[in-house]
C-alpha cells in the first residue's frame, strides 16, 4: 500500500504556469503506474495525464502541450508541470497510484485560475 500526499496547488493569473508534487509513502513506487485527475465544481472527475513505471505518458487532450507530467522514483515523487494556465483548469488536482488491484488516492490540491 502507498500513501499520496500532494503539493504545490495555488492561485494562478492566466497564462501563469504551476508545479504540482505527490509524495508517495511506503513501498515499491517504482512499480506504480502514477497518474493526475482533476474535478471542477459540479464536474466529474476526470484524469489528466499518467505515466507508467517507465517514462511513457499520456495527457488529455485539453492538457496536451502545455501539462508535462514525470517521476523520480529514488524521491518517491511523481510532477505535474502546469504551463499556459486558463480558467478552465480550475479544479481540485488527485494523485493516484495503481499497482495490481490495488488504486489509492491523495487528498487532493486546489488549483484555482483567476486574474
Known amino acids: 500500500q502507498v500513501q499520496l500526499v500532494e503539493s504545490g496547488g495555488g492561485l494562478v493569473q492566466p497564462g501563469g504556469s504551476l508545479s504540482l508534487s505527490c509524495a508517495a509513502s511506503?513501498?515499491?513506487?517504482?512499480?506504480?503506474?502514477m497518474a493526475w485527475y482533476r474535478q471542477a465544481p459540479g464536474k466529474q472527475r476526470e484524469l489528466v495525464a499518467e505515466?507508467?513505471?517507465?517514462?511513457?505518458?499520456n495527457y488529455a487532450d485539453s492538457v496536451k502541450g502545455r501539462f508535462a507530467i514525470s517521476r523520480d522514483n529514488a524521491k518517491n515523487t511523481v510532477y505535474l508541470r502546469m504551463n499556459s494556465l486558463v480558467p478552465e483548469d480550475t479544479a481540485v488536482y488527485y494523485c493516484?497510484?495503481?499497482?495490481?488491484?490495488?488504486?489509492?488516492w491523495g487528498q487532493g490540491t486546489q488549483v484555482t485560475v483567476s486574474s
Open positions: 511506503g513501498t515499491s513506487f517504482s512499480f506504480y503506474i
Open positions: 505515466i507508467t513505471t517507465g517514462t511513457s505518458a
Open positions: 493516484n497510484g495503481v499497482y495490481g488491484r490495488g488504486s489509492y
